[in-house]
DNA sequence: GATATATTTAACTAAATAGTTAATTAACTG
DNA sequence: CAGTTAATTAACTATTTAGTTAAATATATC
């Protein structure tokens, strides 16, 4: 249950429900019921993905009168942005055939050396 | 059933044996029990998160006689790091209020207009 | 053809997920 | 304080997940 941050936020991340949630929050923060309402779900669903994004720190929420506030928190999307570093070369090069750049690849390794 | 790429991708990368087995293949083709190899974690589990990487199209795998090695596929990441630039604004600039910088933004919004 | 190696499939289990409806809490409004 | 609005919690269900062990498949080797 104490799944790591990096898979936390990916597993957040892994629903188009949350996701339009975060893309709506671009624009600034939103009560609970601005958020649900494009989608065809009742609140408690609502809540339930709202505490998913909490958990993965990817929303904050705060308190006015009752309602009760999202707004976006990048941290962990730019944590997501630092992984993605290690694999940015393989598609950053323009290849073909994967087995060929790889091959490049190793080879570059060992004239580096 | 029939999920979305953007969240099979995040799915598949919402586990650190999937990305520790990804960052493996950085390094070139791998067999199965290459794979299988620094995991704690019988051959039948290793099968299936190939399996999610593979439906994710994250690898791809081929036949050598008994072996079926697996490559990396870094199309998902490319989508993965496009779908992220709408959030880059929020983490490149320097600050240290979000809600300050919201209201930066939407006044810049304003102006732009 | 018998046997060993590499990998997958089948069948099962425990836990987590995504949703529901109904009830509860909290704050505002007349 | 009665009623309304905003949101959450509780209790339940169906599905998916991540793992297991045991059996099956495919290829290579003797």
Redesign the interface.
Known sequence: MPS?P???T??A????TR?AI??SL????KTVSDLAEPFDMTMPAITKHLKVLEKAKLI?RSKQAQYRPC?????P??D??S??E???K??EASFDC??DY?HQL?TKEKNDE
Chains 1, 2 share one sequence.
């Open positions: 790591d990096l898979s936390s990916f597993h991340l892994a629903d188009p996701r975060l893309a671009t624009t600034g923060e904050e707004h976006l928190n990048p941290g999307l730019k997501i942005d992984w993605m290690q694999y940015r393989f598609w994967l087995d790889l190793q």
